[in-house]
């Protein structure tokens, strides 16, 4: 079982084989829970990996169908430039515009609404960003957790408490949700693999269907090294999610397909970070080593760098546990230490029943159950802590 959850659930018709218009549509962006919080970092990443607290990790990098949706809500004008040209003159682009200023509006291109937006700054996913922790209104992409000013990033205000926000991962949090496993759950023995793909191995290049599904689907497979041909390109983007892989949080993509902008910086000079590789990555002549994948590399550019090969994924806070699981015995009555005592006999290898499933069980969310960490996210609520 893989613990789901959603921000601003709301369907999101496939748009896949056709250019379709999706002007009223909600995005829903779907999140896995990073559990192991206080975690050491990687060794081979310089200490980066380490995060302290439980977080969420988008599941799929965003697809030109959200991205779309997002520009129909709020760049009519655009003033902002949230559109790039190359979107829909590009080959690997995937959204066109029609209109004039005032009255722009956004369609898919076929065959791309479930491939990786690209062509997107580092402003251009901060302002979604802020739109989706503001409830997806016209006017609420200048502020949320990003206060911008043009191209100038005034402030960031995470929240870790507020489950709404939506944000950009850190060096860190990139690197713990798509390279680390605990060993004494089946992870390395320094809890940190070397790729995304839960190995130490160089991925299996992807190839690609004539419509961009990964033809060659398998615990290994990453769209690197222009392996997916289609479109009449030598290496395209391919749907999300199609590679048949995750990390052990269940992201993924978090290797190939699109670089990611991450929340960092660095040299003092204002840029910012690009991790995860791309679907050019290629080689290096240690044929285990892959210029671009290793969670050690980060492209620091400008910010207001808008390429074919970076793209977006989001994180958010960890969602509290949910209230009618606290009522841990179905007594009515939670939480109370009677709750407490069937968790905990649970814990220690007792059965799920009766009164509890075993996906109660999974206090925190993060498909890992029973575990301390259930117990932690049990405790918080019985000493006072809020519950959803």
């Known amino acids: 079982m893989l613990a789901r959850s959603l921000i601003n659930v709301a369907p999101l018709a496939a748009v896949t084989a056709l ?23 990687d060794p081979n990443a310089f200490g980066r990996g380490a995060v302290a607290y439980e977080y969420r990790i988008g599941a799929f990098e965003v697809t030109n169908a959200q991205y779309a949706a997002f520009l129909n809500a709020v760049a009519a004008s655009d003033p ?45 996913a901060a302002r979604m960003a802020n739109w ?22 005034v402030a960031i205000t995470r929240n870790l408490a507020n489950p709404n926000q939506v944000f950009l991962p850190t060096e860190s949090e990139f690197i713990k949700a798509g390279y680390h496993q605990p060993a004494n759950q089946g992870g ?29 689907p ?10 997916a041909d289609w479109n009449g390109q030598n290496g395209n983007f391919t749907t999300v999610g199609s590679a ?14 699109v670089r990611e902008w ?34 050690a590399f980060v492209n620091y550019t400008v910010p207001t760098t808008e390429g074919v090969d970076v793209g977006i994924r989001f994180a958010s806070p960890a969602l509290p546990p949910a209230c009618d699981v606290i009522d841990f015995n179905a007594d009515g ?37 029973p575990d301390d960490e259930d117990l932690i996210a049990f405790l918080r609520v019985l000493a006072g802590g809020n519950c959803r």
């Open 19 to 41: 250019g379709a218009s999706i002007a009223s549509a909600q995005v829903t962006i779907e999140f896995r829970t990073v559990g192991n919080a206080g975690n050491a970092g």
């Open 80 to 124: 902002n430039g949230l559109f790039n040209a190359n979107m829909g003159s590009d080959p690997r682009g995937g959204i066109a515009r029609s209109g004039t200023a005032g009255s722009f509006t956004y369609a898919v291109r076929p065959n791309m609404g479930n491939k990786p937006v690209c062509f997107v700054s580092f402003f251009d």
């Open 132 to 153: 989706l922790t503001n409830g997806q209104g016209s006017g609420s992409t200048e502020s949320g957790v990003y206060t911008l000013n043009g191209n100038t990033l």
């Open 188 to 216: 390395d023995t320094d809890n940190f693999w070397r790729f995304a793909t839960r190995s130490n191995n160089s991925p299996t290049v992807a190839s690609s269907t004539a419509t961009g599904d990964i033809a060659n």
């Open 218 to 227: 398998g615990p290994t497979t990453v769209n690197y090294n222009s392996g």
């Open 244 to 257: 048949g892989n995750s990390s052990f949080y269940g992201a993924f993509d978090m290797n190939g397909n």
């Open 262 to 295: 991450i929340q960092d910086t660095a040299f003092n000079q204002g840029f910012r970070g690009q991790m995860g590789g791309d679907l050019f990555s290629g080689f290096n002549p240690n044929p285990n080593s892959v210029f671009g994948l290793d969670p």
């Open 333 to 369: 009555l939670f939480p109370d230490d009677t709750d407490l005592l069937d968790f905990l006999s649970v814990l220690a290898g007792g059965s799920c029943s009766p009164g509890n499933t075993c996906n109660d069980i999974d206090f925190n969310n993060d498909a890992l159950f």
